[in-house]
């Protein structure tokens, strides 16, 4: 019925325009002074033609139009995707009763919907097994530790030893997997105060001069006076795993250097570096460019990650320059 009613509407509109049509064409005819059959003949023609323009005109409106809500309708879908691709959930497509496929729409705002509780649901899963396993490696890693102190041999010292350091890299891990999980959250907001970075920096460099002077390793600072708005705490996590990882790749006598300037941070330094093929995956979770060598040093892959994210929650970035043999340069643009 409705699409009846529709036809003829259609119709009626065309009927009435070119009625409408012919009598502006008949008007425009007539001030020729031509015969009256000619006249009739060439009023109808030219009613014809100029309905066909004003059609013409309509239908380029009307598919320019068209074409926007396509256009519109295709951002929207293509940036609903690429903020899925970060790991975004909460970003939904607007749906316009005008646009087409808004059944593609639909089904990705409910796939987005989905995903963020299976989101929720795996960061509280994490959350809450890092948070239980923690008191029982405590508890493990310190009964290893005086099992190690009071063992009469040394086939007992070495398993008590082992036991200790594998608890305390569990612990690492699920210390790390916590951080992540609390990081994934967007809706935590940064604590950003003014600080001076070269003096944390500074502060930070010393705190770990006990693990660098073990292996006579050489440390410079190149650090000039800046302040900055940031979250402190955050940062100095950013600091410490450059740092800590740079030491732990250095070769005993190597050099690691810190640099800041013009709102740069760089930390380079001598040691093992790192393959072209390993760089493109470095900053993702649980990767390893040496599974076997970073597994004896105590790694657990999540270092760098942590890194990125927070960098990434200050709007700052991170590259990484890098030659095997000839060291390693993580560069930290805070702009």
Request: proline share 2%; hydrophobic share 40%.
């Amino acid at each position: 019925m409705k699409d009846t009613l529709k036809k003829i509407g259609v119709n009626i509109l065309a009927v009435t325009a070119l009625a409408l049509a012919t009598g502006v064409g008949s008007l425009l005819i007539r001030k020729l002074e031509l015969p009256e059959t000619l006249t009739i003949m060439l009023s109808a023609v030219a009613g014809i033609v100029i309905l066909f323009c004003v059609f013409g005109a309509i239908m380029s409106l009307l598919r320019r139009s068209q074409r926007r809500t396509i256009n519109n309708m295709h951002d929207k879908l293509t940036h609903t995707l690429e903020e899925i691709g970060q790991g975004n959930f909460n970003v939904f497509v607007e749906i316009d009763p005008r646009a087409p496929h808004n059944d593609i729409a639909e089904a990705m705002n409910e796939m987005t919907k989905k995903l963020g509780t299976l989101e929720t649901m795996r960061a509280d899963f994490i959350s809450n097994v890092s948070h239980e396993i923690q008191s029982p490696l405590t508890s493990i890693g310190g009964f290893a530790k005086l099992l190690r102190e009071s063992a009469s041999d040394e086939q007992s010292r070495h398993y008590a030893g082992i036991i200790e350091a594998e608890s305390k890299r569990l612990s690492s891990l699920s210390d790390n997997l916590l951080k992540l999980s609390t990081l994934d959250n967007t809706k935590i907001p940064l604590n950003r105060t003014d600080f001076r970075l070269d003096k944390q920096l500074e502060q930070i460099a010393l705190t770990l001069e006990p693990q660098w002077s073990a292996k006579n390793i050489e440390l410079s600072a190149e650090l000039s006076k800046t302040t900055i708005n940031a979250d402190a705490d955050l940062l100095s996590q950013v600091w410490i795993n450059l740092l800590v990882n740079a030491i732990k790749f250095t070769p005993e006598g190597g050099a690691i250097t810190i640099a800041l300037k013009d709102n740069k941070v760089t930390i380079a330094d001598t040691g093992v570096g790192i393959s072209k093929d390993d760089q493109i995956h470095i900053f993702e979770r649980f990767y390893k460019a040496d599974k076997a060598r970073d597994r004896s040093l105590g790694g657990n892959g999540l270092g760098l990650s942590i890194v990125k994210k927070i960098l990434e929650l200050h709007g700052f970035s991170i590259t990484i320059e890098s030659e095997l043999e000839k060291g390693t340069q993580f560069t930290v643009r805070l702009s």
